[in-house]
């Protein structure tokens, strides 16, 4: 025994490299250091890349082309734009574009999800089966193919303006875009929005007064029917403060187009019909399955405890569901934002859209590409916190 | 107590209708809303059927004839088909040698569909693949045996479509897993590295990774190395989809009991012993669904290589569409690759849902 250690002592003290190489503290040092060098190489050689054809090219770094002129109009804008503003008003206009269709997008996207994944639970076949047709279909086709089918239709399909349809009063379908009437601009409504947000807010504060009242006396309070009425009821304070506005511009055929009225061309339109009708496929198999997560025991020991139907299922089945539904719809709406930058494909001018006319003019790849990495990562961070906090405020207290 | 059955007069339950009024009255008339909400179903679709019938079948034009021809049809214009079917199947592939991507594209079915047998999955099978790469690589590029070379920027249509994905996964996953391995890791710096990456890749869209690398992979590289766009195309690809599986596998390895990385140990297995041997695989077992759902996600998002200008399936019938005449016969263009797509990805996902049912069961067994 004696011999062997000794020749094994003897082994270590002649390679203190291979000593320092099985001590697993020392071993994750070197690697960790080899991966910190790799990366610093591979990066110092990009850059010096970067800068060699930079100069070559002849292109400045910076982002002092954001105060040059543009140049180049663009369809629609939220604000005023025309071609001699700057580059940066008109990445300014592709963001509030990209934020329009998306958060439009994801209401109408929650919305028809919730409809189509109840519907595959429906004890009606016929219904079911559908809803079931409509996920498997709308999942299973690329979005950029939905959305150049629907530009397809509106552009092709649908007639002039001349003989645009005219479903409901005052709605006219068209190769334009689709025509909806609009309430005048007023300082009106401007008023009763701002009565909304009051009611709003005032509604949150008696939902909270109500839940701890029902906490320490048990009396139970119509929250809903309450705060739906305080929210209804300030703003049409707000819209009788502002002077109650009445007139309506009502979209009329004048010439070869219409006149009034609100507008949603056709690029827009086919965007929004496409993220929607996407997303509302994953919305639906989300929401499916978290209604069916809920165990049914729960259902039935809420009936046996007395509550009515409605109650059992806002407070014990739609609680539960939540917890499992939300995390992966937060997901699915951070998708359709990014998902809005295909919009780049049929001509709206999103983000990536006028990034890519601006890049092609002034050759400013990387800060383009830097401006599109730093809206979307910002976002998708902002959201991931969010639900961080968000999970840790839902998450099961367990023993 | 005072009601008392008689023996005698007991007589069986009401009887029930059977068959199939029964089914009907229990799946579509069971309650007033149930029974309205199909009748409205079967209104709406005495309209729509019909008329989709005589726009696909009745009224279209099923010999080839020009675009012309197709205008004063009232259905569909399948001529185009005819015309433009093999453009958006092959792209610009020379005409003469298109039986080579078809043999290739049969052979890359081939090799999948025998790997969704999971008796074939081994040894052989990563031969097998190893082998037909090659010989798809050889019957796509040609150049050797006597076949013509055909340059890449030539390729298009189906075999571009699912060459970008095979390749595109092939790559992608042995990347993901390191990325995954390389986030669980104890040693801070690789995993900042790992955690940096995945997050940057998929907090930001798949076109913009894609922009990023037709883009700045020029300008990365030194003057003298120049890649072409359908390589720069790949690698955002492969960038891409790296980041999307390490999620998926980072998922199955946080699945997996510490008592087997602990078991592990205590054999005296080496870290990659110990991944290879024990944890990845069957942490890539419990992963295998929601690989494939990523596969299937990937497919799909091949078709965004049309905004950086190459002709995939969907980049081929846009091309065919932009041409005088043709441009009203998007609806049938588009049916025919949206058949394509979903025919892939439909059962794709069939035999995920097949996989995962057989992988429960197997789960719940052992315990």
Known sequence: ????????????????????????????????????????????????????????????????FLDREAGFAISESMFSYDATDTYGRAFLVGLTNTFRVAIIGVVLATILGVIIGIGR??????????????????????????????????????????????????????????????????????????????????????????????????????????????????????????????????????????????TLTPEFAAVLLGLTIYTAGFIAEIVRSGILAVSHGQTEAAHALGLRRNQVLRLVVLPQALRIIIPPMTTQYLNLTKNSSLAVAVGYPDLVSIGNTTLNQTGQAIEAISIFMAVYLSLSLGISLFMNWYNSHIALVER | MTDRIETGQVTGPPRAPTGAIRWLRENLFNTWYNSLLTLVIVWAGFNIVPAMVDWLVLEAVWHAAPPEACREAAGACWAFLHEKGRFILFGLYPYDEQWRPTLAVALALGLIAVSGDRRSWGRWLAIAWALGIVAIALLIRGGALGLSYVPNNQWGGLPLTLGLSIVGLVFA????????????????????????????????????????????????????????????????????????????????????????????????????????????????????????????????????????????????????????????????????IALIYFVICYSLSKYSQALESRLETGRRARR
């Open chain 1, 121 to 262: 639970l429906s004890t009606n076949w016929l219904v079911a089966k559908l809803a079931s047709a409509y996920v498997e279909v709308t999942r299973n086709v690329p979005l950029l193919l939905q959305l150049l089918v629907w530009y397809g239709v509106i552009t092709y399909a649908l007639p002039h303006p001349r003989d645009a349809d005219n479903p409901l009063p005052g709605v006219f379908f068209s190769n334009r875009g689709i025509k909806l009437p609009a309430p005048v601009a007023d300082i009106g409504w401007l008023t009763a929005s701002v009565g909304v947000l009051v009611g709003i807010v005032g509604a949150i504060a008696l939902a909270r007064w109500a839940k701890r009242r029902q906490d320490a006396t048990g009396q139970p309070f119509p929250t809903f029917r309450a705060g739906l009425a305080a929210i209804v009821g300030a703003g049409i304070v707000g819209w009788a403060v502002g002077g109650a506005p009445t007139a309506i511009s009502v979209p009329e055929l004048a010439g070869f187009n219409f006149r009034g009225g609100m």
């Open chain 1, 1 to 64: 025994m004696a011999v062997v250690s000794e020749s094994e002592t003897s082994r270590q003290r002649r390679s203190p490299l291979a000593a320092l190489w099985n001590d697993p503290r020392y071993r994750a040092v070197i690697y960790q250091l080899l991966v910190i060098a790799g990366v610093v190489f591979v990066v110092g050689y990009l850059v010096s890349n970067t800068m060699a054809n930079l100069e070559q090219r002849q292109i400045a770094t910076g982002f002092g």
């Open chain 2, 173 to 336: 996953f042995p990347a993901g897993i390191l990325l995954a391995l390389g986030r669980r890791s104890d040693m801070p710096a690789v995993k900042a590295v790992c955690v940096a990456y995945i997050e940057l890749i998929r907090g930001v869209p798949l076109i913009t990774v894609l922009f990023m690398a037709s883009l700045l992979i020029p300008l990365f590289l030194p003057q003298e190395l120049s890649i072409d766009k359908l390589l720069r195309a790949q690698i955002g690809l492969i960038m891409f989809a790296a980041a999307y599986l390490a999620e998926v596998v980072r998922g199955g390895l946080q699945a997996i009991p510490r008592g087997q990385y602990e078991a592990a140990d205590a054999l005296g297995l080496t870290y990659w012993q110990k991944m290879r041997l024990i944890i990845l695989p069957q942490a890539l077992t419990i992963a295998i669904p929601p690989l494939v759902n990523t596969f299937i996600g990937f497919i799909k998002d091949t078709s965004l290589v049309v905004i950086i200008g190459l002709f995939d399936l969907l980049g081929a019938t846009k091309s065919a569409l932009s041409e005088a005449g043709w441009r009203p016969m998007y609806k049938e263009g588009y049916l025919f």
